[in-house]
C-alpha cells in the first residue's frame, strides 16, 4: 500500500497560539491512519511549541522555508541545522518564494543540498505560470526547475525526497484538471528516470498543490503517479483539512479493497 503524504502550509497565517489552537482542534478530528501522513507547515515562530505539542503518531512538521547555509552573518534567516531537530520536511522553493522573494533556481539548489546535509527530507516545489502553460512552455520550466534543484544530488537522495507540482496559475485559484497534474506528473518522473534512474523514478513522491478542496481529492487521487497533496487555504480550517484527510483514507480503502477483489 502506497502511503499518502498531505501537508498544510499555513504560509504566513497564525501566531503561536492561534496555531497551537489549530493542531488541538486538528487533533480532535484526524484519527491516526497508517496510509496517510500528515504534515502541518506553520510559520517559523510556531515550530518550537508545536514540535512539543503534536502527537507524533498524528503529524509530522515541516518548515516553510529555510537559508542554505548552516551558520553565520545572515541577519534575519534560520537555517536548516537549527530546524533539524524540529521538522521532518521542509518546503524549498515553494513559488511565493521564488516570485515574491526573487529566490532564483540557484538558491533552490543549494537549499535542497542544505536540507539533505542536515536530515531534513525537501518537498521542493515546482510549477509554471499561466503564460508559460498558453505559450506551451510547461515541461521546458519543469525542466529547468527539476535539472537545477537535482543538480548536486544522488538517485539515492532524489528517491527519498518530495517534489510538489504546484502550478502558479492555481494556487488560490482553481485546481487543475486531472489531465494536466497527469501531464505534469508523468513528466517528473519521466525526468528522474532518464537522469537518474527508475528506482528513484519509482521512490520519489510527488504531491499536487493549488487550490485544493475535499471535492477534488478522489479525482486527483485517481491520477497514477499522484502520492498526495500541498495545501495552502484549506489546510487553515480544521473541518476542511480534516474532511480532507478522511476523503484520503477513503480513497486508500476504497482502492485497497478493490485491488483485493481484483
Ligand atoms: P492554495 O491551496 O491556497 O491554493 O495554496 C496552495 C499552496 O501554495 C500550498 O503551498
Known sequence: MRKLLIVGNWKMHLNASQASLL???????????????????????ALQP?????????????????????????TGEVSFTMLRELVHYGIIGHSERRHIFDEDLNMVRDKMAAAIRNEITPILCVGETKHERQDGETKQVLHDQLMTALSNLTAHEVGKIVIAYEPIWAIGQVAA??????????????YIADVFNDSAAKK?????GGDVAPEVIHGLLAVPGVDGFLIGRASL???????????????????????EGE
Open 177 to 190: 484538471k486531472p489531465d494536466q497534474v497527469k501531464d505534469a506528473v508523468a513528466y517528473t518522473r519521466g
Open 23 to 45: 493542531v488541538h482542534r486538528l487533533s480532535e478530528r484526524i484519527k491516526i491512519h497508517r496510509d496517510i501522513e500528515v504534515v502541518l507547515a506553520p510559520s517559523m515562530l
Open 50 to 74: 508545536l514540535s512539543l505539542q503534536i502527537d507524533r503518531r498524528k503529524f509530522r512538521l515541516a518548515s516553510q522555508n529555510a537559508y542554505f547555509h548552516d551558520e553565520g552573518a545572515y
Open 204 to 208: 520519489v513522491r510527488v504531491l499536487y
Open 237 to 259: 480550517n480544521y473541518q476542511t483539512f480534516a474532511d480532507i484527510v478522511e476523503a484520503a483514507h477513503r480513497w486508500q480503502r476504497n482502492h485497497e479493497t478493490s485491488k
